[in-house]
Structures are given as structure tokens and as C-alpha cells.
T-cell receptor, first 115, second 115 residues
Framework: NAGVMQNPRHLVRRRGQEARLRCSPMKGHSHVYWYRQLPEEGLKFMVYLQKENIIDESGMPKERFSAEFPKEGPSILRIQQVVRGDSAAYFC?????????????FGSGTRLTVV | AQTVTQSQPEMSVQEAETVTLSCTYDTSESDYYLFWYKQPPSRQMILVIRQEAYKQQNATENRFSVNFQKAAKSFSLKISDSQLGDAAMYFCAYRSGVNDYKLSFGAGTTVTVRA
């Protein structure tokens, strides 16, 4: 039973380009959460999605960031026109229910570097 | 979002010795969950231990145990018989128990294990 799969593991983008980060949740998990980790900081909540629905995007910047979790395929976090401040590790987590009281299963993250 | 504070940026421990990591949090809720996550250099976020606030008994997982002091809002992690593989960043996290799903993380403590 594969865990949460994120790809790519490392992504380098030039300022102004688009970054697309992918997350495949654990089998049987229909709830996906994205977190961002800036250098020397803990993870910060960005967005919570269920299949075809964004439930809570309160932690996501209003501009340039979007997320989706289609009926088929992985969840995608998209960052348009990236800037240096977007450089961070982006983590995806999944759970079988929205409560996740047993702790979420995290992927290994995508490290985005904007040059 | 609740505030989670880890006051020790770095801790060093001799192999086979014990180290304790501190964590305090700020909340007005009585029902919540607390977690410790380990992040080794591979960047994978690994759940180490969890504690339900309504349980007075401290959680234990093999060499890892917590000291949960609800009144003091303190949740420390003790690593006994430290091993080289314990070297990692450790994050304390809080999750509300009332219809919430977001984790609030502390800034982390880097643990170094000396051979």
C-alpha cells in the first residue's frame, strides 16, 4: 500500500514561470491537505480538498495560487508567475475522513526553488 | 489558529541517553489532539506519537513518550535510549477536536545524536 506520493521531489522554476505540484493520496483516502514549509519554520496549512471540491482554502494566497482534486488523477497545486518568496517545501497529506484524528499521512514534499 | 511554541531550536544528545523536547500551546478549547512529527533529512514527515486531550494517561510508543500537562498547556516529548536514526527535526502540532482538520505546527527542534 503506497503512501502519499508527491512529484516532482525537486522543482526549479525561473521567476514568472508556472509551477505544478502533484499529490496522489493513499489508497482509500479522499481528503487531501496541502501545507507549505518555509525555511526554518513549521508547516502552514494552505488548502483542504475532497474529490472535485475545495473545502477550505483559507491558508492559500489569493493571487497566483490554485488547487484542484479532480475525480480522476492526483491533486494539483498550481502556482502561476512564481516569485522568489514562493521557494519552499510543499507537503501534501491525506486522510480517510475529514477528522484525521489519528494524524495525517504526509508525502515527502516537493521542494520548489525559484531562481 | 492556535499558537504552538517550541522554545528549543536545537538539542544534542549522546547515543543511548535521554533527551526531552519541550512544546507549549495556546488554546481555550478543552477537546483537542496533540502530535509529534519527525522530519529526517529525507524530508518525510513521520508521525511519532499522538495524544488526545481528554486522556490523562501519557502516550507511549516504544522509546518515545510524552509528558502531557493539560493545565500548563505543555506537551513534551522524551526520547529514551537515543539512536543515531533519531537525528531529525521534530515538530509539535495541535489540532482542534471540534470539527476541525487543520494542524498548527511549532517551528521545530533539531535533534543531533552524538556517537
Amino acid at each position: 500500500n503506497a503512501g502519499v506520493m508527491q512529484n516532482p521531489r525537486h522543482l526549479v522554476r525561473r521567476r514568472g514561470q508556472e509551477a505544478r505540484l502533484r499529490c496522489s493520496p493513499m489508497k482509500g483516502h479522499s481528503h487531501v491537505y496541502w501545507y507549505r514549509q518555509l525555511p526554518e519554520e513549521g508547516l502552514k496549512f494552505m488548502v483542504y480538498l475532497q474529490k472535485e471540491n475545495i473545502i477550505d482554502e483559507s491558508g492559500m494566497p489569493k493571487e497566483r495560487f490554485s488547487a484542484e482534486f479532480p475525480k480522476e488523477g492526483p491533486s494539483i497545486l498550481r502556482i502561476q508567475q512564481v516569485v522568489r518568496g514562493d521557494s519552499a517545501a510543499y507537503f501534501c497529506a491525506s486522510s480517510p475522513t475529514e477528522q484525521g484524528i489519528y494524524g495525517y499521512t504526509f508525502g515527502s514534499g516537493t521542494r520548489l526553488t525559484v531562481v | 489558529a492556535q499558537t504552538v511554541t517550541q522554545s528549543q531550536p536545537e538539542m544534542s544528545v549522546q547515543e543511548a541517553e535521554t533527551v526531552t523536547l519541550s512544546c507549549t500551546y495556546d488554546t481555550s478549547e478543552s477537546d483537542y489532539y496533540l502530535f509529534w512529527y519527525k522530519q529526517p533529512p529525507s524530508r518525510q514527515m513521520i508521525l511519532v506519537i499522538r495524544q488526545e486531550a481528554y486522556k490523562q494517561q501519557n502516550a507511549t510508543e516504544n522509546r518515545f513518550s510524552v509528558n502531557f500537562q493539560k493545565a500548563a498547556k505543555s506537551f513534551s516529548l522524551k526520547i529514551s535510549d537515543s539512536q543515531l536514526g533519531d537525528a531529525a527535526m521534530y515538530f509539535c502540532a495541535y489540532r482542534s477536536g471540534v470539527n476541525d482538520y487543520k494542524l498548527s505546527f511549532g517551528a521545530g527542534t533539531t535533534v543531533t545524536v552524538r556517537a
